[in-house]
Each structure stands twice: as C-alpha cells, then as structure tokens.
C-alpha cells in the first residue's frame, strides 16, 4: 500500500492529532527534565534544536485547517518530521530515554497507516537509531557527548519493530472489523429498504383488490386490514376498532349467532382449515353483509403461529340471485309436477281399458315409464332447491345387477350416440350384484353416458367398462370430448354449475345432473369422480360397495 493520502485509514481527526502531538511534546519534555536532573551529559544545541522542532510541529498541528483535501498527505509527513526532532534530541544526550520516544511515531503510522506505515517507520526509526553509529564509522564526529553503543540501539531497534508489528496487525484487524461492520450495515439498510419497498408494493396490491383482507396475531387481534375490508366495516356501521371477537357474525339463516368458540379466526388459529364459509356480518335490523371467508395460518421458522390471514369477499348478490333461481326452479317444477300427474292418471286410466291391442298397451307402458321417470327428475329438481338436499331423495334398496342396468342405458342411448356418429363400446362382461336402488341407479349412469355423448365430438368415442371384485364394483365411462380445465374439476359436482367448454357451447343442461348423480351415489356408500384433461377426453369413475346396507 503506498504510503500517501489514501493510506490514512480513519477520517483525520484534528483534536486526536493534536493531543497525541501534545503528548509526545510533553514526554520530551519530562525526559529532558529528568536528564537536567540526573546531571547527564547534553549538548545544548542539538537538544534546543530538537524540542523547538517538536514545539513548531505541536503548534502547527493546532492551528491548522485539516479540512482541506492536502490535509491527509500532510498528516502522514508529521511523524516523519517527530522522528527527526527525536533524533536529535537522541544525539544530544545519548544515554538519555528519548531514543524510546521513537515509539510513539512509529506507532502513529503504524495505527493510522497500516501495514505500509509500520513498515516505513520501522524503517525510518531504524535510520534514525543508528544514524549515529554509522556516522562515527565513516569518520564523522558524532558530537561532544558520545554515541549510544550498538547493544542499546539493538534493543531499541527490536522494541520498536514489536510494537509497529502489534499495532499493524490490530489496526489490521480493527480496519477488517470496521469494514465488515460497514458491509454489514449496508447490507442491512439495502435489506431494509428493500423490505420497505416489498411492503409498500403488498399494501397497493391488497388495497386493490376488491375483497377485504385482514391479518391477526396468534392471540386474536388485528395486525392491519386492507382498504376493501375497512369500506365494509364503515358500510355496516361498525367501528374500525371492533375486535375479531365483537364482530356480530351470524350461520347462513341470518338469525343464529355463531358462538364464541366456533367463530373463524377462533377455530383457524387452532388450525383447523376455513375455506368458503359463508356468514352474514352485521345484526338483523341493520346494514349487514353477507361474506364468503377463508383463511390460512403463516407460520414462522421455528413452527410456531405468527399471524392468520383471512380473506372475504361480499356474496350478497349471489345469495340473492340463488334464491330467486331457487325460487323459479320451484315454481316452475310446481308448475310441471300437476300436469305429469295428470298425464300419468290417464295414461293409467287408458292402459286399463278394455280389448286395446298389444302394441297399443306396450306404447302405453313405454309412455307411462317415461312419465313416471319425468315426475321423479322432477322432484328431484325440487329437491336441489335447498342447500341439504341429501334427505330429500327417497330410495328403495334391493339386489340389482348393475350389468343390466348398465347395458339397458347404454342400448337406450345408442341412437342418441348414432345421430353423432359416436362409437359406443360395451364392456359389461358377468354380472354384478349391488344393494341398490335400481331406478337411481340408472338414473346416475343415464346422466352418466348422456354426458359422455352431449360433451364428446362427432366422430369421436365412448366406451364403458364394468369390473367388480368381492367388495365392490367400478363403472367406468370414457369419452373423446374436449376435457375440463381444473377450476371445473373444484366445482364440477356443484349445483347449476357447468362447465366452461359447456358454456360455450350450444349443448343444453341444467347443470344438476352431476350433483344429483354424486347424491345418489353417496347415499348408496360409493364414490364418483372425473378424470380429465384440458387437452381432451374425459372418464367419470364410478365405485359401488357390494352391500349398501354396510357402507357408512
């Protein structure tokens, strides 16, 4: 490192310089003393030189402006000039203390110059050490009181090279310190700033959204809120400082309170899951909302439970559009159910008359099935008008092969499937007994396969397998449409839900089939599910318990 003005490791320091010039004026001083004291002999000249040089640097230490960018050089030329004050006052009065005075500079370069200022000064002091010696050795007079002997100027030499040596490497350690320190403390105000910056960018996004975010601690309270949950707070008319646990929060009738110990912040902080639960926020008689909620736990390194975040968003208008579409579904199939009744009495009252032909009864009883099956969907279609419907469905249980149902479906479809020129494909192999009821049975593979073939291309395929073992039995039903996107798997068995390529399409559907078909199955201790790509194709995968009366 070259010794110059960016050599100096710390800032210069004018009262610091100052006081340690003072303190090496001062420590000349008392040697001189104790040498007038103890009678040593000086030579007066050298000495006066030497003390007026030190007096000459102190002061101008003191008076002088070290803001000025020659400052740093300068303060790097002041031991310099100490050492040759020092060497002065050493060749006055050899036998004296002031050649452990060379010290001091020495250690000054040493602290505030590093390696290279050690190096120097030892250098430099070394020179200034035996200067005399070697002057008498060429042959100059070295003065009138002698030269310090050559075990002295040793032993002060290596007093000098250990201290420099010490001080280096500390002001080495100290400056590795100090800039470890400042990289760390850069570090950690770019970390901050950037943590600033991700928090400015989060509290835009969440009051952009439209739905209300808020995040509380594990002991309930409230961390921070989004602008969309605030607006609601101030539309019900609850105060901002309203506690997760003052909120008046009410079960989807609108009337029952939800208890203490089952509200949603309660139960998530335990961490049992909320995910699209439905409450109405606010009292009876006043402004209230209607609010799907969902929350997650955010947990810290260690495991433990930092906050619960949870979202909602305002349902109210799809609470009400529900049940306008509940309401004119039910008056509809009120509407329908009368004249089915009356329908199937005649129909009922003819296939009883008298001499009629055998194809003439067979129409009758085609006509009458087909009624009766009519009138049930139906009910059934009243029955979805609630939101628990499962105990609404009435259900006869029997021994019923599932093959034969299977294969009259399939045989009823296939001029739907012709009309397409979709290949249909059976593979219903031995029988396969189930308790079940068999007219829901095949009402769930009717809808089943009617799907298949509505939602396939033409041209395209639709094979059904049927496989059993001793505990249960599998239908499976595969087709060459176009395939489901993964929101329609979430809420493919959802009432009036259809799916996207549905919507678009020109195929008609109520969007109930799925959902009553799961019921139904359900009801029987079986399971239903699809298997589908976005890519294409699609296979409904249905599994039966042998006996029903066994399943849960």
Same mark, same amino acid.
């Not at 001189?32 to 030579?43: I, N, R, S, W």
């Not at 310099?80 to 001091?104: I, K």
């Given at each position: 490192?070259?010794?110059?003005?960016?050599?100096?490791?710390?800032?210069?320091?004018? *009262?610091?310089?100052?006081?340690?010039?003072?303190?090496?004026?001062?420590?000349?001083?008392?040697?001189?003393?104790?040498?007038? *004291?103890?009678?040593?002999?000086?030579?007066?000249?050298?000495?006066?030189?030497?003390?007026?040089?030190?007096?000459?640097?102190?002061?101008?230490?003191?008076?002088?402006?070290?803001?000025?960018?020659?400052?740093?050089?300068?303060?790097?030329?002041?031991?310099?000039?100490?050492?040759?004050?020092?060497?002065?006052?050493?060749?006055?009065?050899?036998?004296?203390?002031?050649?452990?005075?060379?010290?001091?500079?020495?250690?000054?370069?040493?602290?505030?110059?590093?390696?290279?200022?050690?190096?120097?000064?030892?250098?430099?002091?070394?020179?200034?050490?035996?200067?005399?010696?070697?002057?008498?050795?060429?042959?100059?007079?070295?003065?009138?009181?002698?030269?310090?002997?050559?075990?002295?100027?040793?032993? %002060?030499?290596?007093?000098?090279?250990?201290?420099?040596?010490?001080?280096?490497?500390?002001?080495?350690?100290?400056?590795?310190?100090?800039?470890?320190?400042?990289?760390?403390?850069?570090?950690?105000?770019?970390?901050?700033?950037?943590?600033?910056?991700?928090?400015?960018?989060?509290?835009?996004?969440?009051?952009?959204?439209?739905?209300?975010?808020?995040?509380?601690?594990? +002991?309930?309270?409230?961390?921070?809120?989004?602008?969309?949950?605030?607006?609601?707070?101030?539309?019900?008319?609850?105060?901002?400082?309203?506690?997760?646990?003052?909120?008046?929060?009410?079960?989807?009738?609108?009337?029952?309170?939800?208890?203490?110990?089952?509200?949603?912040?309660?139960?998530?902080?335990?961490?049992?899951?909320?995910?699209?639960?439905?409450?109405?926020?606010?009292?009876?008689?006043?402004?209230?909302?209607?609010?799907?909620?969902?929350?997650?736990?955010?947990?810290?390194?260690?495991?433990?439970?930092?906050?619960?975040?949870?979202?909602?968003?305002?349902?109210?208008?799809?609470?009400?559009?529900?049940?306008?579409?509940?309401?004119?579904?039910?008056?509809?199939?009120?509407?329908? +159910?009368?004249?089915?009744?009356?329908?199937?009495?005649?129909?009922?009252?003819?296939?009883?008359?008298?001499?009629?032909?055998?194809?003439?009864?067979?129409?009758?009883?085609?006509?009458?099935?087909?009624?009766?099956?009519?009138?049930?969907?139906?009910?059934?279609?009243?029955?979805?008008?609630?939101?628990?419907?499962?105990?609404?469905?009435?259900?006869?249980?029997?021994?019923?092969?599932?093959?034969?149902?299977?294969?009259?479906?399939?045989?009823?479809?296939?001029?739907?499937?012709?009309?397409?020129?979709?290949?249909?494909?059976?593979?219903?192999?031995?029988?396969?007994?189930?308790?079940?009821?068999?007219?829901?049975?095949?009402?769930?593979?009717?809808?089943?396969?009617?799907?298949?073939?509505?939602?396939?291309?033409?041209?395209?395929?639709?094979?059904?397998?049927?496989?059993?073992?001793?505990?249960?039995?599998?239908?499976?039903?595969?087709?060459?449409?176009?395939?489901?996107?993964?929101?329609?798997?979430?809420?493919?068995?959802?009432?009036?839900?259809?799916?996207?390529?549905?919507?678009?399409?020109?195929?008609?559907?109520?969007?109930?089939? %799925?959902?009553?078909?799961?019921?139904?199955?359900?009801?029987? *201790?079986?399971?239903?599910?699809?298997?589908?790509?976005?890519?294409?194709?699609?296979?409904?995968?249905?599994?039966?318990?042998?006996?029903?009366?066994?399943?849960?």
């Amino acid at each position: 490192m070259p010794l110059g003005a960016d050599a100096i490791r710390v800032p210069v320091s004018p *009262g610091r310089l100052f006081a340690t010039q003072t303190a090496l004026l001062i420590a000349a001083a008392i040697v001189t003393g104790l040498t007038f *004291g103890a009678g040593l002999p000086t030579e007066q000249s050298r000495l006066a030189l030497g003390l007026t040089i030190l007096v000459l640097v102190t002061v101008v230490v003191g008076v002088a402006t070290w803001e000025r960018p020659w400052a740093r050089a300068v303060v790097v030329a002041i031991p310099m000039v100490d050492l040759v004050a020092l060497n002065q006052l050493r060749a006055a009065t050899p036998t004296s203390g002031f050649g452990f005075l060379l010290v001091l500079p020495v250690a000054w370069l040493a602290l505030n110059a590093g390696r290279a200022g050690a190096i120097i000064g030892v250098v430099s002091a070394t020179l200034v050490a035996w200067s005399p010696l070697l002057l008498r050795e060429m042959g100059f007079n070295p003065g009138s009181v002698g030269t310090p002997s050559v075990a002295a100027t040793a032993s %002060l030499n290596v007093s000098v090279l250990i201290v420099a040596g010490v001080i280096a490497m500390s002001s080495a350690r100290e400056t590795a310190q100090r800039r470890l320190l400042a990289t760390q403390a850069r570090r950690s105000a770019e970390a901050h700033r950037q943590a600033r910056r991700e928090e400015g960018v989060l509290n835009a996004v969440m009051d952009a959204v439209p739905f209300g975010v808020v995040s509380l601690d594990p +002991r309930g309270t409230y961390r921070g809120s989004n602008r969309a949950a605030r607006a609601m707070m101030r539309h019900i008319g609850l105060p901002l400082s309203t506690t997760p646990h003052g909120l008046p929060l009410y079960h989807l009738d609108g009337v029952t309170p939800v208890a203490a110990n089952d509200l949603p912040h309660v139960r998530g902080l335990t961490g049992a899951p909320i995910d699209g639960e439905t409450y109405w926020i606010g009292h009876p008689d006043g402004n209230r909302v209607a609010v799907e909620v969902s929350g997650r736990l955010v947990m810290d390194s260690d495991g433990t439970v930092d906050r619960l975040v949870a979202v909602f968003r305002d349902v109210g208008d799809s609470i009400e559009a529900e049940a306008a579409r509940d309401q004119a579904v039910s008056s509809v199939s009120h509407e329908f +159910r009368t004249p089915l009744s009356s329908i199937l009495g005649y129909i009922e009252l003819a296939a009883d008359t008298p001499g009629l032909p055998d194809e003439a009864v067979n129409h009758l009883a085609v006509a009458e099935r087909n009624t009766t099956r009519l009138l049930t969907l139906v009910n059934d279609l009243l029955a979805t008008r609630g939101r628990t419907p499962r105990a609404a469905v009435p259900m006869s249980l029997a021994l019923v092969d599932l093959a034969e149902v299977v294969t009259e479906s399939v045989t009823a479809l296939r001029p739907l499937a012709a009309d397409r020129v979709i290949a249909m494909t059976l593979d219903a192999g031995d029988p396969q007994t189930v308790t079940g009821d068999a007219f829901r049975l095949r009402q769930v593979v009717d809808n089943l396969v009617t799907n298949a073939i509505k939602y396939n291309v033409d041209g395209g395929s639709v094979t059904v397998e049927l496989a059993g073992d001793d505990a249960e039995v599998s239908l499976a039903i595969t087709d060459t449409g176009h395939g489901m996107t993964e929101q329609d798997h979430v809420e493919v068995f959802q009432p009036y839900h259809r799916t996207t390529d549905a919507v678009v399409s020109s195929v008609q559907g109520s969007g109930l089939g %799925l959902a009553i078909s799961r019921e139904i199955v359900e009801r029987h *201790g079986g399971t239903i599910r699809l298997e589908s790509a976005e890519a294409g194709g699609t296979t409904a995968i249905l599994v039966l318990p042998r006996d029903a009366g066994k399943a849960p």
